[in-house]
C-alpha cells in the first residue's frame, strides 16, 4: 500500500515540497512514480535529515566556487548571456520538476523561448513561464539593491504561482496544521505581524546570506497559500 506526498509530509512533520525533494533524491525506500505524483510505501521510514550537518562545508564550496568565478572575469556580454540562459533553464526545469512537473529539459527551454509543447498541460507551460518570470524580476532587484520586504516576497509568489489566480500572493486565509507535528502554523491573522518580525530579524542577522536565507525559508513555509 501506497500514501501520497501530503499524507507523508503530516506524518513526518515536514512540507510537500521537501518529501517530493527526498522523493526525487532517491532516499525515500521504495517509493514509486505514477505521471506527476510520488508512489510512497505506507510503512516507509522518515529519511534522515542531513543538510545542516553539511552546511558548512556546503558554504566553504560556494565560496571557493564564488572566487573561481571572480578570477574570470570579466565575461564578455555573449558569455554572460550564455551562462545566464542555461541557469534560467535548468533552475526553472529544476524546481518545478520536484513539484511534478513532467516538462523536460529540452521542453522547458522550448517553452521558455515561447513555443508549445504538444500533449503537455498548460499549467505546466504556466508554471515554467512564471518560474521564469520571477527570476527575472528578482534579478532586476538585484541589480538595483533593493532590500528585502514582505511586498516583494508576494510579488515574487505572485509570478510564480501564474496558474493559480486566486492563490497568487496572498497569505493563507484559513487556519491549518500538519497531522503528527510539534509545530503548529500561526493563525492567519498572526501571519503579516510575524512576516515583520521574520524580515527585522533577517536584516539584522551577521550570518552568511545562504544560512539566513535557510532559516527565513523554514519559518515562513507554511504562511504563504
Given at each position: 500500500m501506497y500514501m501520497t506526498v501530503k499524507?507523508?509530509?503530516?506524518?513526518?512533520?515536514i512540507s510537500d515540497r521537501r518529501v517530493r525533494i527526498l522523493c526525487a533524491e532517491g532516499k525515500v525506500f521504495g517509493v514509486t512514480r505514477e505521471g506527476r505524483s510520488w508512489m510512497i510505501p505506507?510503512?516507509?521510514?522518515?529519511?534522515?535529515?542531513?543538510?545542516?550537518?553539511?552546511?558548512?562545508?556546503?558554504?566553504?564550496?560556494i565560496e571557493r566556487k564564488k572566487?573561481?568565478?571572480?578570477?574570470?572575469?570579466?565575461?564578455?556580454?555573449?558569455?554572460?548571456?550564455?551562462?545566464?540562459?542555461?541557469?534560467?533553464v535548468e533552475y526553472t526545469?529544476?524546481?518545478?520538476?520536484?513539484?511534478?512537473?513532467?516538462?523536460?529539459?529540452?521542453e522547458t527551454d522550448m517553452v521558455l523561448r515561447g513555443l508549445t509543447i504538444d500533449r503537455k498541460p498548460l499549467k505546466e507551460h504556466m508554471e515554467a513561464v512564471g518560474h521564469k518570470e520571477a527570476f527575472d524580476f528578482v534579478r532586476d532587484l538585484v541589480k538595483e539593491q533593493m532590500p528585502l520586504?514582505?511586498?516583494?516576497?508576494?510579488?515574487?509568489?505572485?509570478l510564480v504561482l501564474a496558474d493559480k489566480r486566486e492563490d497568487r500572493g496572498v497569505y493563507r486565509r484559513i487556519p491549518v496544521r500538519i497531522m503528527g507535528a510539534k509545530h503548529?502554523?500561526?493563525q492567519p491573522y498572526l501571519i503579516q505581524p510575524k512576516m515583520e518580525q521574520l524580515l527585522g530579524v533577517y536584516r539584522n542577522s551577521a550570518e552568511h546570506v545562504i544560512t539566513r536565507r535557510n532559516w527565513m525559508k523554514k519559518r515562513a513555509t507554511g504562511n504563504i497559500k
Open positions: 499524507q507523508a509530509a503530516e506524518k513526518w512533520g505506507v510503512d516507509a521510514r522518515k529519511p534522515e535529515d542531513g543538510r545542516f550537518k553539511a552546511t558548512e562545508s556546503l558554504l566553504t564550496a572566487r573561481e568565478l571572480d578570477n574570470r572575469r570579466p565575461l564578455t556580454e555573449g558569455e554572460l548571456e550564455r551562462l545566464t540562459e542555461e541557469f534560467i526545469y529544476n524546481s518545478n520538476a520536484i513539484e511534478g512537473n513532467t516538462l523536460t529539459l529540452r520586504s514582505e511586498s516583494i516576497i508576494k510579488q515574487v509568489h505572485y503548529e502554523p500561526v
